[in-house]
């Protein structure tokens, strides 16, 4: 497959986020203890992921063999394909709507709904028995966005990601309005 197919259908996946490289990236991709990898690339991944404090899915050895990357970050199940990956998100999407419907009555999607959704629709796609907790935690929002948990109205205006499992039931709400 060639780059441009690629992306194509790696960004079509509500489950990847392509996220420019910043100043912040740049400097932690060189800043490691003991020897790392040499590919700046690779280096500039794994910055990103531990910026967001999001896993990363990777069958690289020198990353997954690095002892400075926690083993939390290194999703290391892989088998060339991101397969399991994809079938969590397909199971989340099925879910969602579901979710989403005993929820409407309440009429306007707030924060703490939101993170009650989210747990709902997470603990439904586990209870089939399908997806691993490890998987399905890649999909949850990470606690480092540090996103409210309060009554206000749930919004994602000036930010730069959201979530897979937030923006799925973002559209279900929407849908179902």
């Not at 590919?39 to 690095?66: C, F, G, N, Q």
């Not at 088998?79 to 005993?102: N, Y």
């Not at 603990?123 to 540090?146: F, I, Q, Y």
């Amino acid at each position: 497959m060639d780059v441009g197919s690629w992306l194509a259908t790696v960004s079509a996946i509500e489950a990847v986020r392509f996220v420019p490289v910043d100043p912040e990236i740049t400097v932690k991709s060189v800043e490691w203890a003991g020897e790392f990898h040499k590919d700046p690339a690779e280096r500039m991944i794994v910055a990103t992921a531990r910026k967001l404090a999001v896993p990363l899915v990777t069958k690289d050895e020198k990353i997954r063999a690095y002892s400075h990357v926690k083993n939390h970050l290194v999703i290391r199940k892989t088998g060339g394909h991101m397969d399991v990956l994809f079938a969590a998100d397909a199971a989340v999407k099925e879910v969602v709507p579901g979710v989403v419907l005993r929820h409407r009555s309440a009429g306007v999607l707030t924060w703490v709904l939101l993170h009650r959704i989210e747990s709902e629709v997470l603990a439904e796609v586990a209870a089939t028995g399908k997806h691993s907790t490890r998987m399905l935690n890649m999909l949850r929002v990470p606690a480092a966005l540090d996103y409210p948990k309060d009554d206000r109205p749930a919004s994602f205006e000036g930010h730069d990601f959201v979530p897979v499992v937030f923006g799925a039931i973002i559209d279900a709400w929407r849908r179902v309005n």
